[in-house]
């Protein structure tokens, strides 16, 4: 430290472990201050009629910034619909999303917790990508879709911290999201093939036959092909021409 160098002024919190400079406690401010200002902004289109409705999370500023310094990645949040300063402080939401919200954007490019069908400050983030597969979701921090009922908030609170923690310690559910391996998947399809070809011998094919496709489950097969989309073409057109011949099969076993 040079002569006359007044050192960096901090505040600890020593039982949440939290250390602060005056550098973050000025960007807190600043981020409290705009935060304050978007709600009243909000409002006002509101009662101007420029927007459809709106709930606002003005007054809950410094709870919302203290919630967002205890937060880690992999932490979920389960909201109840005014902790638009958190969002904004731990990087899951941004000015441009909270008005995009407020206006009912249906693009989710602009507004990505809900298109647009769920009130303004009701946040949530997706487990899944576009393709069907799980995100890690311990890179970054995870919300729960706000809900109105209080009542509610504890339980579901307490069932993702109890999920969370299962994640975070389990290794086979890490695994999971991560993708499976080729070894582990021939371990998890070598089960199911002994059942299946043990099923043909007892019951014949038609009445064995399992899959979406039994089922009548489009959904399911829709997300099959999604999902193999990341793999070359020649997996996809395996993927329908097994579909077709299920068709077949359990045409036979409906006639």
Same mark, same amino acid.
């Given at each position: 430290?040079?002569?006359?160098?007044?050192?960096?002024?901090?505040?600890?919190?020593?039982?949440?472990?939290?250390?602060?400079?005056?550098?973050?406690?000025?960007?807190?401010?600043?981020?409290?201050?705009?935060?304050?200002?978007?709600?009243?902004?909000?409002?006002?289109?509101?009662?101007?009629?420029?927007?459809?409705?709106?709930?606002?999370?003005?007054?809950?500023?410094?709870?919302?910034?203290?919630?967002?310094?205890?937060?880690?990645?992999?932490?979920?949040?389960?909201?109840?619909?005014?902790?638009?300063?958190?969002?904004?402080?731990?990087? /899951? =939401? @941004?000015?441009?999303?909270?008005? *995009?919200? &407020?206006?009912?954007?249906?693009?989710?490019? $602009?507004?990505?917790?809900? #298109?647009?069908?769920?009130?303004?400050?009701?946040?949530?983030?997706?487990?899944?990508?576009?393709?069907?597969?799980?995100?890690?979701?311990?890179?970054?921090?995870?919300?729960?879709?706000?809900?109105?009922?209080?009542?509610?908030?504890?339980?579901?609170?307490?069932?993702?911290?109890?999920?969370?923690?299962?994640?975070?310690?389990?290794?086979?559910?890490?695994?999971?999201?991560?993708?499976?391996?080729?070894?582990?998947?021939?371990?998890?399809?070598?089960?199911?093939?002994?059942?299946?070809?043990?099923?043909?011998?007892?019951?014949?094919?038609?009445?064995?036959?399992?899959?979406?496709?039994?089922?009548?489950? /489009? =959904? @399911?097969?829709?997300?099959?092909? *999604?999902? &193999?989309?990341?793999?070359?073409?020649?997996? $996809?057109?395996?993927?329908? #021409?097994?579909?077709?011949?299920?068709?077949?099969?359990?045409?036979?076993?409906?006639?």
């Amino acid at each position: 430290m040079k002569t006359g160098e007044r050192p960096a002024a901090t505040i600890t919190t020593p039982r949440a472990k939290v250390t602060l400079t005056k550098d973050q406690v000025i960007a807190d401010y600043r981020l409290a201050v705009r935060s304050r200002a978007a709600s009243e902004i909000g409002r006002r289109e509101v009662l101007g009629g420029r927007a459809p409705f709106g709930i606002f999370g003005d007054g809950k500023e410094i709870a919302n910034l203290g919630l967002a310094h205890a937060f880690r990645p992999g932490d979920w949040r389960s909201g109840y619909y005014r902790d638009q300063t958190f969002m904004l402080a731990v990087g /899951l =939401a @941004t000015f441009d999303q909270y008005f *995009a919200q &407020l206006y009912a954007d249906a693009d989710l490019a $602009r507004e990505p917790f809900s #298109a647009g069908r769920q009130m303004s400050n009701h946040y949530a983030t997706r487990t899944v990508d576009d393709a069907g597969q799980w995100r890690d979701l311990l890179v970054t921090g995870q919300v729960a879709s706000d809900i109105s009922p209080v009542a509610a908030h504890v339980p579901r609170a307490v069932g993702l911290a109890w999920a969370s923690k299962l994640y975070r310690n389990t290794q086979g559910l890490r695994d999971m999201a991560a993708g499976f391996s080729r070894q582990q998947a021939v371990r998890a399809l070598l089960p199911l093939t002994r059942q299946t070809l043990g099923n043909f011998e007892r019951i014949g094919g038609p009445a064995s036959w399992t899959g979406p496709a039994s089922r009548g489950d /489009l =959904a @399911t097969i829709r997300k099959h092909l *999604a999902a &193999l989309r990341r793999f070359p073409r020649e997996y $996809r057109a395996a993927y329908a #021409a097994l579909t077709r011949l299920s068709v077949a099969v359990l045409t036979i076993r409906l006639g």
